[in-house]
């Protein structure tokens, strides 16, 4: 499999998890608007519906961070990053993603895995009654969210590095 391709297919499965995580921010969205309304216009309220926001809403953040970097719109100093020259540009990209993306993605993903397989283990509930059962099928976003930006930031480092031989 060639170099592009394999970038290719990154890429479109960031794609497709960022849509994903968008459907579901849809859906947050209408279920907060519905959940508001039954409180304040029928005194109604349901601790199983406002945990399902929070549920909802760590879905979209845990699927929308490796796409939110596919997008460039990731957390950095953009006041001094625009200023740069594409090849300085490219250099912080590549420390970037070398020294403090990937590193901590790995170290994030490792250690998930236990807390996310004794949440399985324990068939980990809310604690509140009428709250929701599985709360370790949300837990287990974290690793697969760090996965998933660990692709995301080899593509980054790889198409960074491909431009600075570039500009050689």
């Not at 929070?54 to 990053?81: K, T």
């Amino acid at each position: 499999m060639t170099e592009s391709r394999k970038f290719g297919l990154i890429r479109q499965l960031i794609s497709i998890v960022g849509a994903l995580s968008a459907a579901v921010l849809g859906a947050l969205v209408l279920l907060i608007v519905f959940d508001a309304t039954r409180r304040y216009l029928f005194h109604e309220g349901s601790v199983a519906l406002q945990e399902l926001e929070w549920h909802l809403f760590d879905v979209v953040i845990m699927l929308g961070v490796a796409y939110a970097m596919h997008r460039g719109a990731h957390v950095r100093v953009d006041i001094f990053y625009d200023r740069f020259s594409e090849r300085t540009k490219q250099v912080v990209n590549v420390v970037t993603m070398l020294f403090f993306v990937l590193p901590v993605s790995a170290l994030i993903l490792y250690v998930s895995f236990d807390f996310v397989l004794m949440s399985f283990a324990q068939m980990e509930a809310s604690s509140d009654p009428g709250g929701l059962p599985y709360r370790f099928v949300v837990k287990a976003l974290i690793p697969l969210a760090f996965a998933l930006l660990i692709l995301q930031a080899i593509r980054e480092l790889a198409e960074a590095w491909h431009a600075l031989k570039e500009s050689m």
